[in-house]
């Protein structure tokens, strides 16, 4: 071999050793590529880092539209809170009206019934003093007669007195409202006024009142003892 073909392949083996260097052989004859590479990676991470700012930032107008929805939710919140309110004071309301109206009855009715209980208590002492009544009628129908008689200047101050008495007996009576019932003689007879004690044949309409035999009172509008009369059959 001559020198020029020992030159050929020292070249060709200095070629060949230079494209096949490893990946680990780093060439310090060409800085700009290990720099680019770097500015490279610097370059990603700066992207990356923007997305994800990017993504953490919300929009200004999703912002209020998620605090109009939470406004709206806390809204009706409160309007559900006001509306139970709203009825629970209606129930009350109306639970006091019902109280109210309830209590105005038994007051009502508590005094109707103690007003019922005295006026039957009195009416009890009513017909009692009746008949102390009747028995001054007796009295001053027989003064009446023995006014007629030889003794008539003896007795009279006697009826005078039992008259004035009965007088009296009469005005209280009548300031309680106990007041005598019409004169029946000539009216029909009526039940609810009237107590037949005897009855006679002709001599008029059937059930005509012929007689009064004891007279009969009311108290407040409401018959407290009826009239005891004859009537015809």
Known sequence: MDMKDKDLVTEGSE?????????????????HEESRVVDDDCH?????????ACATEKDPLAKLRDAFDELNERLEAVVLERDEWKSRAEDNWNSYLRARADMENYKKRTERDIHLRINRGKSGLFVALLEVLDNFDRLLSVGEQSLKSDEGAAVAPFVDGAALIKRQLLAVLAKEGVEPLDDPVGQIFDPNYHEALFA??????????VEEIQKGYAYQAEVLRPSKVKVIK
């Not at 990603?44 to 880092?49: A, L, Q, T």
Request: aromatic share 6%.
């Open 200 to 209: 006679q044949e002709g001599g008029g309409e059937h059930g005509t009142i």
């Open 15 to 31: 070629k060949e050793g230079y494209f096949r260097k490893g990946p680990c052989d780093r060439d310090e004859g060409h800085p």
């Open 44 to 52: 990603h991470e700066g992207v990356d880092s923007e997305k994800e």
